[in-house]
């Protein structure tokens, strides 16, 4: 089987794409055959086909340095791609390869993409879903999808890229906070030039080098053959009337947020999902608008479009059946996702609280079995973060316990009110003693197991003590009874990010306009001269019930000073755990430990509960 081989050099973000989109429609009408492109990029920052641009995209950024920003027309995430990368596609019919389903497609050719690279010298192999890593570190990302008959799959190949650019240009969905970014980014990432140093091969041989993993690993036929005058009239004609225009580029956002819109995120085998939904009618009982976006790939795109239109105007009584049914009778390739994701992330958008409570409106979301019928995890997070940066934490811990969840935003952070008024230096106590008894009761949480992240865990620990006979357990992460010096210096540290780097974009990834006034607000009151103890002591005294004390080795804001104080302080069965090689976000940076860890222990409190 042969497949012609172009190479349409280096071209912008936008013309790149309608050059995509123009080789799908000339294939579709036989005018070409199976293609292999190798194409290159000025530097551009790509959003995928589901994806908020204003979500995943610096714009402003982008803007003063002539980065152009632009909108795939395959699913997945958002990229910034360069002269340090190249890009590889191929495009050809199911029957070329005998093979009908995406996953398997994807699979055999990021394996042949893989051997290609080995025959450089890179031992290179395929993660599922879509990444070709070495040692762990991805070296290229890839993704496609079915149009009809045709399918169009595409990767980027690392060769000499800087990882900077891309945390500056993107809002990159990580957990830790900037001056964590690039560290991070480096570690996950890899390039040719990184690990064939003087060694590099040119890019002829480089396009040799993945040819011959395609021949060998597809059992096709490249031949260099030439780009045709019908494929440049399509491109250009594609780039003018929509690839290339700000209204499909800029054509998804997030609805604001208010009492007739609410939302659900979840993270998948598949990639994340999100769900806003606009409700109308006296009683919010009808589905007015339907928004679903995120980083996955789904088989033909227009999928997620018709399913929006499937929801418009159904009593929200309906939307779970109808989701099931939409893909019951519609064909569609859904990689590494299924209907039930969904299904899951609209439930979860339709059932999402609106709680008053502390004189403001916030939002949160139960998972799992009902408030009356086990007792519920209470997730608190940290005084930057909101519901949405626990991420897949909760669902997992409610899979492997047996207890329902409650997540919820604080004011002044994610879907909930903004701040007001002056700073406030108890604001710890106030919360755990004024605003959360007012979250668990309109959540008709009757039995707790409170589980809070720094600022969290040290509200979880005061209304432990304030309120002993309700809660069963506490578990904290970086939980903190006093400021040390080390967090004075990284509190200025993080100032300097927020004025002069990019932490305030991303914290208005999560936050949106309300990130400026919640951060300058927590920044004067952990400034602020005086007293460094919190002086919640007292309340520690009067905690009954088991706590289990986790804290990061390398945390940069607190050290195990804090365990030690914690189980000095509480009369209770304390357990602490220091995690080597962890900072300050334990619940991601050692995920698999402080998932299990988390596990046991509300496994022993359950056991323990049920023997009484």
């Known amino acids: 089987m042969r497949f012609r081989v172009i190479d349409t050099g280096i071209r912008d973000g936008r013309r790149n794409i309608a050059f995509d989109q123009a080789l799908i429609e000339a294939r579709k009408d036989g005018a070409i055959p199976d293609t292999i492109r190798f194409l290159r990029f000025r530097p551009a920052a790509l959003v995928g086909i589901h994806q908020i641009l204003s979500h995943e995209v610096r714009l402003a950024y982008c803007r003063e340095r002539g980065i152009q920003v632009g909108r795939r027309i395959t699913g997945g995430g958002g990229l910034y791609l360069d002269e340090g990368q190249i890009g590889w596609e191929l495009l050809f019919t199911r029957q070329s390869l005998g093979i009908a389903d995406l996953e398997t497609l994807t699979r055999r050719i990021c394996e042949a993409a893989a051997l290609g690279l080995n025959k450089l010298g890179i031992a290179a192999r395929y993660r599922p879903r879509n990444d070709i890593e070495v040692e762990g570190r991805k070296i290229s990302g890839t993704g496609g999808f079915f149009d009809g008959d045709v399918l169009f799959y595409q990767g980027t190949l690392l060769i000499d890229f800087d990882p900077g650019d891309m945390i500056a240009a993107l809002k990159v969905p990580v957990e830790k906070l900037a001056k964590r970014d690039l560290e991070s980014a480096r570690q996950r990432v890899v390039t040719m030039r990184e690990l064939l140093g003087d060694g590099l091969p040119d890019l002829a041989e480089i396009y040799r080098g993945l040819l011959d993993g395609f021949a060998e690993g597809l059992g096709i036929e490249p031949v260099w053959g030439s780009i045709g005058e019908d494929e440049e009239r399509r491109a250009a004609r594609l780039h003018d009337e929509e690839i290339g225009t700000d209204e499909f580029v800029y054509s998804l956002d997030a609805p604001d947020s208010g009492a007739a819109i609410v939302s ?349």
Not at 521 to 542: C, P, S, V
Not at 546 to 562: H, K, W
């Open 264 to 612: 659900a995120n979840i993270t998948t085998r598949g990639g994340t999902l999100r769900a806003d939904i606009r409700l109308e009618g006296a009683d919010g009982g009808r589905i007015r608008e339907a928004l679903i976006t995120g980083d996955f790939f789904v088989t033909p795109p227009r999928v997620v479009f018709d399913l929006e239109a499937a929801l418009r105007g159904l009593p929200v009584t309906e939307a779970g059946p109808a989701v099931e049914a939409f893909f019951a009778r519609t064909e569609a390739d859904l990689l590494a996702l299924t209907p039930a994701d969904f299904r899951a992330v609209v439930d979860m958008a339709l059932r999402q609280l609106t709680i008053r409570a502390g004189g403001a409106r916030l939002r949160g979301h139960l998972i799992g079995p009902d408030p009356a019928a086990a007792p519920t995890l209470v997730f608190l997070h940290d005084g930057l973060g909101c519901a949405r940066l626990w991420r897949d934490i909760p669902p997992r811990l409610v899979r492997a316990t047996g207890c329902g969840a409650l997540v919820y935003d604080r004011r002044g952070a994610g879907d909930s009110e903004p701040l007001s008024g002056p700073p406030a230096p108890d604001y710890l106590r106030d919360e755990a003693l004024n605003v959360l008894p007012e979250v668990l009761a309109a959540a008709a949480v009757r039995e707790a197991i409170l589980v809070g992240h720094s600022d969290g865990g040290t509200i979880a620990l005061i209304y432990a003590g304030a309120y002993p006979d309700r809660v069963r357990g506490v578990i904290t992460e970086a939980a903190h009874l006093f400021r040390e010096e080390r967090t004075l210096r990284a509190i200025r540290e993080q100032i300097e990010d927020f004025e002069r780097g990019d932490l305030k974009a991303r914290l208005a990834r999560y936050h949106g306009g309300k990130a400026a006034a919640s951060f300058e607000r927590l920044a004067e009151i952990w400034l602020a001269a005086g007293e460094r103890r919190w002086g919640i002591e007292d309340y520690l005294a009067r905690i009954r019930c088991p706590v289990l004390a986790l804290q990061g080795e390398d945390d940069e804001y607190f050290s195990a000073l804090q365990l030690d104080a914690i189980a000095a302080a509480v009369p209770s069965r304390v357990e602490t755990l220091s995690i080597p090689d962890c900072g300050h976000v334990p619940h991601h940076q050692a995920r698999k430990s402080v998932l299990a860890a988390m596990t046991r222990f509300v496994e022993e409190l359950n056991a323990g509960a049920a023997s009484v």
